[in-house]
């Protein structure tokens, strides 16, 4: 190619959610690392759109440029991800009719999956160059509609500016952070038991604010006690003044990991196949710090003395390492195929 590669990154990015607001921040990055001359935009199709990271603000897109077929085929390709975007429906994925117009090569990148939704967007899914899931739950549902998907691991998981500086291990668990999300009639308890147990200086961290609170996430909790991260800035500002995390958010556990805060990922349960914050953990060597909603410890001492005794930051910042090269690497090697 005699001049720069231009790609496209199409993205939940506008949301409000951290976990999908850093993902073209990140992408990008890593881009940068891998093809240091590539020109790279970004579109997010988000109802309500507010604004996310981006290196080049004037790279990114309005939402229209995707039913904008002459446009689209001017990029040598288009990335779509990462995060959950075949877990819940994001327009136009669902389209049958919009990969058999979309002439450059796709990459579905990092994608997490859900069976219903996965199925209405098979299109997509054979058509594209190359998928991949983040998680392996996610790639087992893809594989349903062809056979060569990998696992790749999230790029906010692999992307490095994310990562604390080297700090001698917490003495003392003094303030704990607690990262819901939309609950269940069922899964009220923790978050109940744990709103009651805070402490002055502890305190919820949502990272979906509009949200969570709207879907009731919030509700045990007093309005002094919630720091509602609307960017990955003020998120990883929360969870660096807190010393332990309780989180029923996937990107809440990957933050605290990255950030070196001890941490818990609550799991709706351990019955059947493995959620993406299962999976991390097991990325992480750290699967004995998975708690299920309704089961012990579900108290604020006992996850203390937990977080306290059980986690391992050696093994961590290696697998974090590990799977950092793994995703630069193998995001290379898709470019490289593709030509």
Same mark, same amino acid.
């Given at each position: ?14 949301? &409000? ?66 995060? &959950? ?65 990998? @696992? ?9 500016? @994310? ?52 879907? &009731? ?26 010393? &332990? ?43 004995? @710090? ?16 937990? @977080? ?32």
């Amino acid at each position: 190619m005699t001049r720069p590669a231009k790609i496209l990154l199409i993205g939940a990015y506008a949301n &409000g959610n951290i976990g999908d607001l850093h993902q073209a921040s990140s992408l990008a990055h890593h881009l940068s690392a891998i093809l240091p001359e590539a020109v790279v935009h970004a579109t997010s199709n988000s109802v309500a759109a507010k604004p996310y990271d981006f290196p080049r603000p004037d790279h990114v897109l309005p939402p229209s440029i995707l039913r904008d077929y002459d446009r689209l085929s001017e990029y040598d390709a288009v990335i779509v991800g990462g995060g &959950g975007l075949l877990a819940a429906i994001h327009r136009p994925l669902n389209s049958p009719n919009w990969p058999l117009h979309v002439t450059p090569p796709i990459i579905l990148l990092s994608m997490g999956a859900s069976a219903e939704v996965a199925q209405r967007c098979q299109t997509l899914i054979r058509r594209a160059a190359v998928v991949t899931g983040r998680d392996e739950q996610s790639c087992a549902v893809l594989r349903r509609f062809r056979d060569d998907v990998e @696992l790749i691991p999230d790029p906010i998981l692999a992307d490095e500016r @994310l990562d604390a500086p080297a700090r001698a291990p917490r003495d003392e668990l003094a303030r704990l952070g607690v990262i819901p999300r939309k609950p269940a009639p069922e899964h009220h308890e923790i978050f109940r038991r744990l709103a009651a147990e805070m402490k002055s200086r502890d305190r919820a961290i949502t990272l979906f604010p509009a949200t969570d609170a709207a879907s &009731g996430a919030l509700q045990h909790f007093q309005d002094g006690q919630v720091v509602a991260a609307r960017t990955i800035a003020e998120c990883v500002q929360a969870i660096d003044r807190v010393t &332990g995390v309780v989180s029923a958010r996937y990107h809440g556990c990957i933050l605290a990991a990255k950030r070196r805060a001890p941490s818990i990922g609550v799991v709706t349960g351990f019955e059947g196949p493995a959620t993406k914050i299962h999976e991390f953990y097991r990325q992480i060597a750290h699967e004995h @710090l998975l708690v299920d909603f309704n089961s012990a410890p579900t108290n604020r001492n006992a996850i203390v003395r937990r @977080l306290r005794e059980e986690v391992d930051f050696g093994v961590i910042e290696s697998r974090l390492s590990g799977l950092a090269a793994e995703f630069r690497r193998r995001l290379a090697g898709i470019l490289q195929s593709l030509g």
